[in-house]
């Protein structure tokens, strides 16, 4: 069962910065695009960031600037750095391919708090 872990998250301060990492099992990954989501409980999954399996990243303007993603072939990883980081940002952050084929990870927790 091919499926992604995504590791990373933690407690930072306002303006501060986390890289998430997300790896995903199985030999396909370097056709894939992904995408970074944040989930709160009870709500839709939201998209962060995407990136096209040429590399080619997109954003919504909400982080337009403050977040990049890449992505690692070689190592089966794609990676979201958040700079400038605001408290609305706390969230589980998750990643899936597009369209999504992995299981669902678990996520891991984003707090951004002084």
């Known amino acids: 069962q091919v499926q992604v872990v995504e590791s990373g998250g933690g407690l930072v301060q306002p303006g501060g910065s986390l890289r998430l990492p997300c790896a995903a099992s199985g030999s396909r990954f370097k056709i894939y695009a992904m995408g970074w989501y944040r989930q709160a409980p009870g709500k839709q999954r939201e998209l962060v960031a995407s990136i096209t399996s040429g590399g080619i990243p997109n954003y919504p303007d909400t982080v337009k600037g403050r977040f990049t993603i890449s992505k690692d072939n070689a190592k089966n990883t794609v990676y979201l750095q958040m700079n400038s980081q605001k408290p609305e940002n706390t969230d589980v952050y998750c990643c899936?391919?597009?369209?999504?084929?992995?299981?669902w990870g678990q996520g891991t927790q984003v707090t951004v708090s002084s």
């Open positions: 899936n391919a597009r369209p999504s084929c992995y299981s």
